[in-house]
């Protein structure tokens, strides 16, 4: 009797302990590993990219997380610097065992990540970094981008809106001297003489990456004779630094400004009204929340206005929508599994906070949607922002066969 | 290139120039007196334009919040340093040199990550005040009173600098310790009290140029490491020790960088490094120093 | 520099100082089969930056010429090896053994004009110098790749592992850590410690003090060049901030650390400062605070670095010992 007991407590502490173990390897949580700035000049976008990507763990985890596994981010800060974010993208795997990689702003951090997420067969999906590179000459199948690309972002989207509003014949730009400001300034051009054949870019200024003393350049700019000035790859607080220099020496009143950057409103957070702003400069946009009639994308706007205490940029935007396209793949490919998550991806049409985006098979890149207009305050914002938008859309992308020939001409 | 255009490509040269003048003076003055080149000298900069930017946001209510701020920030830097000086630098002036440059690189670091811990890692930003917005355009340019605002503070801290040093008792002394430490110290003069003023006077300076330099830019970390730079490239110019050779490595590093985008913008960044090289071989002690 | 010349740590040992180290290389050989893949990466990491640390040492602390710019030259051997394999495919061994010869040639340009001035004046030098070799390499984009960097360098597989590049670049560093000691013992170790003792007395004995100088700036630059080579067949990877003047500060403090008059040191230091970093660092935001608090310390009460404090509590007990073996005779 007494053997009888002892061995179906036994028994019963087994199955528990099994019960427990299942439990748990159930409930073991999907981790993303989440790189980007968080400290240093670009460490706003990492802060917002943080705060979007949190906000929706929390509404996927609150119903259920993902196959019934909770998701946990972990940060881990790139500080702009390709050598630190490819060591944190290793720890990020090798010790904390993560099953997907995201963020980045830097795009030379984030073509680092690419080419280790490449040999580590691990999904990466850049949330900020821009480089068109990424998914089209240097394209691998383990990438995903839920967010617009440089070639919109800096160029087409600029060059379209221009060409649509005010056909200026005489540009003069300014960018900073690294890759991304070269390469933004190429798609620009590629794109506006392509629509304003007469149109030409008198003289291209470079200052080194990260300037916050524009005088000279400014000087240059009022003094060179063009109708209008081109901003290639300048932003954050050195955009900011440019924008004050060029407001006090009158440029915005001389001529016409593009500054793509400028719709996105992590610069101007800290300007108050009367300030310094791109006055009535041509910028593109990429979440003009006020603009968008989407309930999802109201109440985003709420709960992150809650949690940050400021209103929310296209980074925080881009990675909440990267989580839920992770989690439409993985429930689509029912389990997480990289390979069927890709092939779940490809040509997946996803319910994003901008409405209804489809990733293209290609290059796994999502047909995300910028808007253009004028910089101007108005009301209810207390932040210089893109008043009345027009929305460009597929056509600010390269076309596959321009990719074709980008990829073979490697 | 038309005659305006080339003066107001030199006056916007210049402007940002005397702001580097200030610290470069301090950096100056502290190795011509202690033979310490303070690595640190562009941290106490920052340090000097986030104070501003607190002390800005402290009096926000009341008109005038710049003018307090610029009250304040460089006295607060200054005791900073005064502090870090009796602390920690003067138990190495006896030491090699290695330690010092250690030393000062030890501060970069805990000053840098303490105005992490402050003020966070987001830029800020201040408005120009009240009095000195706008422009002004004389001859066809347009010119922002604020810049011209900081060429003439730097002109008159220049002067008054001189003065200081070549008519008044305190300068005086200030020479007396740097050109004979032991003699002047048997005299009677309190050489330690000397050593802790002079470089509260230098970080003072910082805190200056970094309490002025906010309204045309913006406050933001790692601004330190690319200003010290400039500024060794300013002292080796005019001299380490010179406070005149400052003011005029200041003129020229501002006429170097605001020429060199117009002229040669590839090389542009390295034009300045390869003056210094050049002056360290031909005349390492520069345009106004004295051969050691 | 006036430095004592102090005995190193391993002499005091005399026989049991070849057992000692001979322990030591076996354990190195050992470790990667007990250890897990992220503690060999850091071993990996701390070799080759205490390689680094020891060709920085030469010139510091043996030499007496504080330096501010290896950064420039360790760069300059890395990009070597990376552009010589992603670029013009060359085989594997030429591309790593034109990494110092690169760097000595980059090495021998750049001393020659700095070893003509003094003390701080060397010191901005070699700083202007590695800022430039630094500005080279982020702005020719067209064939360093700039400010991305050039990833995924083509290893080939008999060192790509982990494991098998630990050996690799074990064997290496080992090598050129012994024939840094063979000199430093050598003659011209000798006269270049006299030198740093009292230029004007050596130059009275006709020891042509610049050119030692030079040559021994050269050596250096060869052995950084080394260590710029090892870490990216490591990483895979090369990026313009290898050659930044903040590399050079790490340097510079690993040296200090571990102890500039000893010839351990810079491995001492390396090890403690790799370790420190990548565990502190983790735990906080504030890393360069504590990193600078240390430094602080070091620098006002442990100037000997963490070697040259071994060194005096260990002849305080040896002197204790001796002393009450001979019955009190001093």
């Known amino acids: 009797m007494k053997k009888r007991f002892v061995s179906s407590v036994l028994a019963l502490i087994a199955v528990l302990c099994l019960g427990v173990t299942v439990h748990a390897a159930e409930k073991k949580p999907i981790v993303i590993g989440h790189i980007h700035s968080m400290s240093g000049a670009l460490s706003m976008y990492g802060i917002s990219s943080e705060a979007g990507g949190s906000i929706a763990i929390e509404e996927i985890n609150a119903a259920g997380g993902i196959l019934g596994r909770p998701l ?9 610097n390709p050598e630190v974010g490819l060591r944190e993208a290793k720890d990020l795997v090798i010790s904390e065992n993560a099953d997907f990689l995201t963020g980045t702003v830097s795009s030379a951090v984030g073509m680092a990540v690419s080419s280790f997420a490449k040999k580590e067969k691990i999904i990466f999906m850049p949330s900020n970094a821009q480089s068109s590179r990424m998914t089209e000459d240097e394209f691998h199948p383990y990438i995903f981008r839920i967010a617009t690309n440089s070639v919109v972002y ?24 690294y890759e991304t400001g070269k390469t933004a300034l190429k798609q620009f051009k590629e794109k506006y003489l392509e629509m304003v054949p007469d149109a030409q870019i008198i003289d291209e200024l470079w200052a080194p990456l990260g300037t916050t003393d524009y005088t000279a350049y400014i000087n240059k700019i009022k003094n060179s004779g063009a109708d209008a000035f081109y901003l290639a790859a300048v932003y954050g607080g050195g955009e900011l630094a440019f924008t004050k220099q060029a407001d006090s020496f ?69 990675h909440y929508n990267t989580i839920y396209a992770l989690k439409a793949g993985i429930e689509k490919a029912g389990a997480v599994d990289t390979e069927k998550i890709i092939k779940a991806l490809e040509g997946l049409t996803l319910d994003t906070l901008i409405g209804k985006v489809q990733i293209r098979a290609y290059d796994h890149q999502a047909m995300m949607p910028t808007w253009y207009g004028t910089m101007d305050y108005a009301e209810g914002l207390p932040f210089p922002h893109v008043v009345k938008v027009t929305p460009i859309g597929e056509e600010g992308y390269h076309t596959i066969e321009q990719i074709k020939k980008l990829r073979e001409s490697k | 290139m038309t005659f305006v255009s080339f003066f107001s490509q030199f006056i916007s040269g210049i402007s940002v120039g005397l702001v580097l003048f200030l610290i470069a003076a301090g950096l100056s003055l502290i190795f011509g007196t202690m033979r310490v080149l303070n690595l640190a000298h562009g941290t106490f900069f920052m340090v000097g334009s986030f104070l501003c930017f607190a002390f800005s946001s402290l009096f926000a209510n009341s008109s005038g919040s710049f003018w307090w701020a610029l009250l304040f920030a460089p006295i607060g830097v200054a005791l900073i340093g005064g502090i870090l000086e009796v602390l920690l630098l003067r138990r190495i002036y006896n030491q090699d040199m290695l330690y010092q440059y250690i030393l000062t690189f030890a501060l970069i670091l805990i000053l840098g990550d303490g105005l992490k811990y402050f003020f966070g890692v987001s830029f800020k930003t201040i408005e120009v005040p009240w009095p000195l917005g706008g422009s002004v355009s004389f001859w066809g340019m347009s010119f922002p009173i604020y810049n011209l605002f900081l060429i003439v503070c730097g002109i008159a801290i220049f002067i008054f600098m001189l003065a200081l040093m070549r008519y008044t008792k305190l300068g005086r002394i200030v020479r007396a310790v740097t050109l004979n430490r032991d003699m002047a110290n048997a005299l009677g003069i309190n050489v330690p009290l000397v050593y802790t003023g002079v470089f509260m006077l230098g970080c003072y300076l910082a805190g200056l140029a970094g309490a002025l330099m906010p309204p045309m830019s913006v406050v933001a970390l790692g601004a330190d490491m690319h200003v010290i730079i400039e500024c060794f490239i300013i002292v080796v110019i005019g001299g380490l020790g010179s406070l005149s050779g400052a003011f005029i490595g200041a003129v020229i590093l501002g006429f170097l960088n605001s020429f060199g985008i117009l002229v040669m913008p590839k090389l542009a960044v390295a034009f300045p490094f390869m003056l210094m090289i050049f002056i360290l071989i031909v005349r390492p002690h520069g345009l106004m120093g004295k051969p050691e | 520099m006036r430095g004592k010349v102090k005995k190193d740590f391993l002499t005091y040992l005399s026989r049991a100082d070849l057992w000692l180290v001979l322990a030591g290389i076996a354990t190195l050989l050992v470790l990667p089969s007990v250890l897990s893949k992220s503690w060999v990466s850091l071993l990996i990491e701390m070799m080759i930056m205490a390689l680094a640390g020891c060709s ?24 070597t090896t990376a552009i010589l394999l992603s670029r013009y495919g060359l085989p594997f061994p030429l591309a790593v053994l034109a990494a110092p010869i690169m760097a000595g040639l980059v090495g021998a340009v750049v001393g020659w004009f700095c070893v003509r001035r003094n003390a701080v004046y060397f010191a901005l030098l070699t700083l202007a110098f590695s800022q430039i070799i630094w500005t080279v390499i982020f702005q020719w984009y067209d064939f360093t790749n700039g400010d991305n960097g050039i990833i995924g360098v083509p290893i080939p597989d008999y060192v790509s592992s982990i494991t098998r590049s630990y050996y690799f670049i074990v064997v290496i560093t080992l090598f050129c850590i012994f024939l840094m000691w063979r000199m430093v013992n050598s003659p011209f170790g000798i006269t270049i410690q006299s030198i740093r003792e009292n230029p004007l007395r050596s130059e009275f004995i006709s020891v042509a003090v610049r050119r030692y100088q030079l040559s021994l700036f050269v050596v250096s630059s060869v052995f950084l060049g080394v260590s710029g080579a090892l870490y990216c067949v490591f990483a895979g990877s090369v990026f313009p901030d290898y050659a930044h003047w903040a590399k050079s500060t790490d340097m510079l403090i690993v040296c200090l650390l571990g102890g500039l008059h000893s010839f351990a040191g810079p491995i001492v230091g390396s090890i403690v400062y790799i370790f420190l970093s990548k565990t502190i660092a983790k735990g906080t935001t504030y890393w ?31 002197n204790r010992r001796n002393g009450a073996r001979r019955g009190g005779e001093r």
């Open chain 3, 56 to 79: 920085l040492n030469l010139i510091v602390g043996y030499g007496g010429m504080v330096s501010f710019g290896p950064a420039g030259l360790y760069g300059a051997g890395a990009y």
């Open chain 1, 154 to 177: 800096w160029g087409y989207a600029p060059a379209i809106a221009l060409a649509n509003t005010k056909k200026v014949k005489k540009i003069i730009s300014l960018g900073w001297e």
């Open chain 3, 288 to 318: 360069m605070f504590y990193l600078g608090m240390i430094i602080a310390f070091l620098v006002l009460f442990m100037r000997g670095g963490i070697v040259g404090f071994a060194n005096e509590k260990l002849a305080w007990i040896l």
């Open chain 1, 250 to 318: 009158g440029l915005y009143d001389q001529m016409l400004a593009i500054q793509p950057c400028a719709g996105d409103i992590e610069s101007w957070y800290t300007v108050t009204k009367g300030g310094p702003f791109p006055k009535a400069a041509l910028a593109t946009t990429r979440y003009p929340f006020w603009a968008i009639d989407n309930p999802r994308s109201k109440v985003f706007v709420e709960k992150y206005k809650n949690k940050v205490g400021q209103y929310p940029s296209y980074g925080a935007m881009n």
């Open chain 1, 72 to 80: 946990k981010m972990i940060t881990r800060d790139d500080k702009a």
